[in-house]
């Protein structure tokens, strides 16, 4: 594909659309890798869970980590509906090794990959810099703590709401948007992502 730098710092290109047999297996195997994590950062939130009893919303700066693969997925692959795939991937993955959750996590996962992939649809599936990275993993922050005001903490009052949809979104900046960003980065010094766009 043809590319050209674009203000944001990032490559434009004519993107190819089309998924192929090696997009999706990669796609899978990122999601099959986070989904055993979601499984055990599951035991990590519950262990943690005491650290944030005066303030519960706070709890939410470690919950970037659910939010990778929707941005991981699409850096590297770059096709429409990638961070969809991949975070539905590892939500199942999580669900069948025994999220303490259940179901709710399939759910929980939809959402959070349709929150990064409303910005990278925005952006045409060309540009994928930082900025977009970031915008996209705080949005999916945010819609992963609606969904939890939603079900589980819809008698907090709104300054705690508020509070916790800023700590997620504020998590997803950081810990699923830089941190997914410095990760493909380093896969592609060491070589992993040679093929893929990212490697461009």
Same mark, same amino acid.
Do not use: C
């Given at each position: @594909?043809?590319?050209?730098?674009?203000?944001?710092?990032?490559?434009?290109?004519? =993107?190819?659309?089309? /998924?192929?047999?090696? $997009?999706?297996?990669?796609? +899978?195997?990122?999601? !099959?890798? &986070?989904?055993?994590?979601? /499984?055990? /950062?599951?035991?990590?939130?519950? &262990?943690? %869970?005491?650290? &944030?009893?005066?303030?519960?919303?706070?709890?939410?700066?470690? *919950?970037?980590?659910?939010? @990778? =693969?929707?941005?991981?997925? =699409?850096?590297?692959?770059?096709?429409?509906?990638? +961070?969809?795939?991949? #975070? @539905?991937?590892?939500?199942?993955? #999580?669900?069948?090794?025994? *999220?303490?959750?259940?179901? $709710?996590?399939? &759910?929980?996962?939809? !959402?959070? %990959?349709?929150?990064?992939?409303?910005?990278?649809?925005?952006?045409?599936?060309?540009?994928?810099?930082?900025?977009? !990275? @970031?915008?996209?993993?705080?949005?999916? %922050?945010?819609?992963?703590?609606?969904?939890?005001?939603?079900?589980?903490? =819809?008698?907090?009052?709104? $300054?705690?709401?508020?509070?916790?949809? !800023?700590?997620? +979104?504020?998590?997803?900046?950081?810990?699923?948007?830089?941190? *997914?960003? /410095?990760?493909?980065?380093?896969?592609?010094?060491?070589?992993?992502? #040679?093929?893929?766009?990212?490697? $461009?």
């Amino acid at each position: @594909m043809s590319g050209r730098v674009t203000p944001y710092g990032g490559a434009a290109t004519v =993107p190819d659309t089309r /998924w192929s047999t090696r $997009d999706i297996v990669v796609t +899978a195997v990122i999601a !099959v890798a &986070f989904g055993v994590v979601f /499984w055990a /950062w599951g035991y990590v939130w519950n &262990f943690a %869970g005491p650290l &944030f009893t005066a303030l519960k919303p706070a709890e939410y700066i470690i *919950s970037g980590i659910w939010l @990778m =693969p929707a941005i991981i997925a =699409p850096l590297v692959v770059r096709k429409p509906g990638a +961070a969809i795939y991949a #975070e @539905m991937v590892a939500a199942i993955l #999580e669900n069948v090794l025994g *999220s303490t959750w259940g179901l $709710d996590v399939l &759910f929980s996962g939809f !959402v959070q %990959g349709v929150a990064a992939e409303v910005v990278f649809a925005f952006a045409l599936y060309r540009v994928f810099s930082l900025r977009v !990275v @970031m915008v996209a993993a705080g949005l999916a %922050g945010v819609g992963e703590a609606i969904h939890d005001i939603l079900i589980y903490y =819809p008698t907090y009052s709104a $300054d705690l709401q508020i509070a916790t949809i !800023v700590a997620a +979104a504020l998590s997803g900046v950081v810990v699923a948007g830089l941190g *997914s960003w /410095w990760l493909v980065r380093a896969l592609r010094r060491a070589g992993v992502l #040679e093929g893929f766009p990212a490697d $461009d």
